[in-house]
C-alpha cells in the first residue's frame, strides 16, 4: 500500500497531439521578395512595406485612402455606385455571381474606393483601386465613380489623386467598359482646362485600359518601386514576340528611365512627397472658387 | 442578313477582301495628300494620315492600315500601330484642329502592338494622351468603325462627336481569341466568346456607343461600290450636321456624348 493514494482520475492528453502547435497564423506573414518573417504589427507600422528589404506588399484601398488624407479623416464619395451586368455575361460562372464573390472577399462595393478630405492642408479628391476586387478591373461602375470624382474637384476646386492597380479594362462589360477609358480622359481633360492638379500613383499591378488612360495622364505620374506598369501584359508580348522578356522589363524603374515617370517613391515617403507637390501645384489664385 | 453569327461577323470585320482606309480614301475622297512621322521618333506605316477634300470640303483623314499581301502586311505590321503611330495621329488631327478642317479616322486594328520597343517608347501613354486630347480637340470628328475594332488600339483613334459603324464591322474590348483564353482557358472557345463579348454593330447601337450603324449587302468586299457610297453619304451628312454647331456646342455634346456611356447600378444608403 503505498502513501499517497489517487483521488483524481490520471490526466490524460487534453489536447490532440496533432493540433500541439504554436498559432502564429495571421502573427507572421513571410516576405514575399527576402523570405524574412515579420511581425504583423511591425509591418503594419511601415505601411506594409517590408523593414528588411523594402518589398512593398500589396494594400487594401480604406487603408491607403486613411493614410494619405490627413489624421486619416475623409468623406466616403458614392459608395452606392456598384456594378450591374449590362452584358448578362456568363462564362464558366456568371458576372453577376462574380461580382458578389469580389463584394463578399473584398469587403469593398467595387474595385474602386474614392473620397473627399484634406492632404497636407490642400482639398483633394482621391480614388484607390483594390485588386482584390475582380483583379481590380475597370467596369462602368468604377469608371463612373472616377469621372464623378474629377468633376468634384473641378466643381470644389481641389486636386486629384488617383492610385491605381489594375488587369484592365474589365472584359466582362464589354465595350461599355472599354469606353469608360474615353469617358475618365475626357473629364482629366477637363480638370487640364480648369488648370488643378492631378497626381498619379501606380501601384503593383497597373495594366490594359486603366494604364492607358488616366494612370498616364497625370501631372505628376509617380510608381511604387518594382511595381509592374504596362500597356500589354508580360504574357501577352513573349506570345507576340515569342521571346523571354528582359528582366525589370515594364517594372517602375524601367519606366523611368524610359521617362515615363516623373519619381519611382517608396510607399512610406509617399504622402510627404504628393503634400509637397500640391504645394507647388495647388495655387490660390487658380484654385479659388 | 440577321442570321449571321457574332463569330461570322468577326470573320468577315478580318476578311482580307474588306476595304481598308486606303480603299476608302480612293473611293470616297476626290484626293488625298499623306503626311508622315510623329517629328519624335518614326513613321508607323500602320497608321496613315493626311488632307483629303471630299465634296469639295477640305478634311483631315487618318485611319489604321493593313497589308494584303504578306509583304504589305508586315510593312503594316498587320495594321498594330506603335506610339509613333499614335503620335502622328494626333499630330494631324492638331493640324486640322489650327486651321478648322473637320477630322474624319477610319478604325481597323486587331490592337495596339504588344511589343517590346512598343511598351519602351509609352503605348500606354500615347493612347491615354490620344483620348484626353481628342475628347477636346477643338474641330468636328466622325469616327468610322469599318472593320475590327480592337481595344483601346482602336479607341485611340475613336473619340470623336459622332461613331458609325459598318453592319459587319466589331469592337470589343479584348479579341475574342484572348477573352477566350482568359475565360475559358481555351481560345478555341473564341465564338462562344465573341456571343459573350456582344462586339456587333447591333449590339453597340443598343449600347448608345454607336450613333448610326451603315447597312452592307452580304458582307463588304473591295469590289463593292454601293456600300462604300452609302458611307459616303452618310459622312457627308453628318459633317454637315455637326458643322452647323458652334465649338462649344460641339465640345460640350462630344463630353456629354462619352459621360452618358457606361450601366450600373446605384444604391442609396
Redesign the interface.
Known amino acids: 500500500m503505498s502513501w499517497f493514494r489517487r483521488k483524481k482520475p490520471k490526466i490524460t492528453e487534453l489536447v490532440d497531439d496533432k493540433e500541439r502547435t504554436v498559432r502564429t497564423e495571421g502573427v507572421f506573414i513571410k516576405c514575399s521578395e527576402c523570405g524574412a518573417a515579420l511581425y504583423k504589427g511591425e509591418l503594419e507600422e511601415s505601411e506594409y512595406v517590408c523593414p528588411k528589404c523594402g518589398y512593398h506588399f500589396r494594400m487594401g484601398a480604406r487603408e491607403r485612402l486613411k493614410r494619405l488624407f490627413d489624421n486619416g479623416i475623409y468623406e466616403p464619395l458614392d459608395?452606392?455606385?456598384?456594378?450591374?451586368d449590362?452584358?448578362e455575361?456568363?462564362?464558366?460562372k456568371s458576372y453577376k455571381q462574380r461580382i458578389e464573390e469580389a463584394k463578399a472577399a473584398s469587403g469593398l462595393p467595387e474595385a474602386v474606393v474614392t473620397g473627399k478630405g484634406v492632404v497636407g492642408g490642400h482639398l483633394v479628391f482621391a480614388g484607390v483601386m483594390d485588386m482584390s476586387f475582380i483583379g481590380g478591373s475597370m467596369?462602368?461602375?468604377v469608371?463612373?465613380k472616377i469621372?464623378r470624382l474629377i468633376e468634384r474637384a473641378i466643381k470644389e476646386r481641389g486636386a486629384v489623386v488617383i492610385f491605381s492597380a489594375s488587369g484592365g479594362?474589365?472584359?466582362q462589360?464589354?465595350?461599355?467598359?472599354?469606353?469608360?477609358?474615353?469617358?475618365i480622359?475626357?473629364?482629366?481633360?477637363?480638370l487640364?482646362?480648369e488648370r488643378l492638379p492631378y497626381i498619379s500613383v501606380m501601384t503593383d499591378p497597373t495594366t490594359?485600359?486603366v494604364?492607358?488612360?488616366?494612370?498616364?495622364?497625370g501631372d505628376v505620374n509617380i510608381a511604387e518601386p518594382k511595381a509592374l506598369i504596362?500597356?500589354?501584359g508580360p504574357r501577352?508580348?513573349e506570345q507576340?514576340?515569342r521571346q523571354k522578356?528582359?528582366k525589370g522589363?515594364?517594372r517602375s524603374e524601367f519606366l523611368l528611365e524610359?521617362?515615363?515617370l516623373d519619381m519611382v517613391v517608396d510607399r512610406r515617403q509617399m504622402r510627404q512627397t504628393i503634400i509637397r507637390l500640391l504645394d507647388f501645384m495647388m495655387n490660390d489664385s487658380l484654385t479659388r472658387k | 442578313m440577321s442570321d449571321k453569327t457574332a463569330f461570322d461577323r468577326v470573320q468577315l470585320a478580318r476578311h482580307p477582301d474588306r476595304p481598308y482606309t486606303l480603299d476608302l480614301i480612293g473611293k470616297i475622297f476626290d484626293d488625298f495628300v499623306e503626311l508622315h512621322g510623329d517629328r519624335r521618333f518614326s513613321d508607323d506605316a500602320a497608321i496613315v494620315a493626311g488632307f483629303a477634300s471630299i465634296e469639295k470640303m477640305q478634311v483631315a483623314v487618318v485611319g489604321h492600315q493593313k497589308g494584303r499581301d504578306m509583304q504589305s502586311r508586315k510593312a503594316r505590321n498587320f495594321g498594330m500601330p506603335k506610339p509613333e503611330g499614335y503620335r502622328k495621329a494626333l499630330r494631324v488631327m492638331k493640324i486640322a484642329e489650327k486651321f478648322s478642317r473637320p477630322v474624319i479616322t477610319f478604325v481597323d486594328t486587331p490592337g495596339?502592338?504588344?511589343?517590346?520597343d512598343?511598351?519602351?517608347?509609352?503605348?500606354?501613354?500615347a493612347?491615354?494622351?490620344n483620348?484626353?486630347?481628342m475628347?477636346?480637340l477643338r474641330t468636328p470628328v466622325i469616327v468610322v468603325v469599318i472593320g475590327e475594332g480592337g481595344?483601346?488600339g482602336a479607341?485611340?483613334i475613336?473619340?470623336g462627336d459622332r461613331i458609325l459603324m459598318m453592319e459587319n464591322a466589331i469592337?470589343?474590348?479584348?479579341s475574342p481569341e484572348?477573352?477566350a483564353a482568359?475565360?475559358?482557358k481555351d481560345a478555341s472557345f473564341a465564338p462562344k466568346?465573341a456571343q459573350?463579348?456582344?462586339?456587333t454593330a447591333k449590339?453597340?447601337f443598343e449600347?448608345g456607343?454607336v450613333d448610326e450603324v451603315v447597312p452592307e449587302d452580304d458582307g463588304w468586299f473591295v469590289s463593292d461600290e454601293t456600300t462604300s457610297s452609302l458611307l459616303k453619304r452618310s459622312i457627308l451628312k453628318h459633317l454637315s450636321d455637326l458643322c452647323l454647331l458652334s465649338t462649344e456646342e460641339l465640345l460640350r455634346l462630344?463630353?456629354e456624348k462619352?459621360?452618358k456611356?457606361?450601366?450600373?447600378?446605384?444604391?442609396?444608403?
Open positions: 459608395e452606392g455606385v456598384m456594378s450591374s449590362p452584358l455575361f456568363f462564362d464558366s467596369g462602368s461602375a469608371g463612373e469621372t479594362a474589365r472584359m462589360e464589354g465595350i461599355l467598359s472599354l469606353m469608360q477609358m474615353a469617358k480622359s475626357a473629364a482629366l481633360g477637363r487640364h482646362e490594359g485600359g494604364t492607358a488612360s488616366f494612370a498616364m495622364l504596362g500597356f500589354a501577352v508580348i507576340t514576340i522578356l528582359p522589363f515594364q524610359h521617362g515615363m | 495596339a502592338y504588344p511589343g517590346i512598343a511598351e519602351e517608347r509609352g503605348q500606354a501613354e493612347i491615354a494622351y483620348l484626353r486630347e475628347a477636346r481595344s483601346g479607341l485611340a475613336g473619340v469592337y470589343s474590348v479584348i484572348g477573352c482568359i475565360l475559358w466568346a459573350a463579348l456582344r462586339l449590339d453597340l449600347f456607343v462630344r463630353y462619352f459621360r456611356m457606361g450601366l450600373f447600378f446605384e444604391a442609396s444608403f
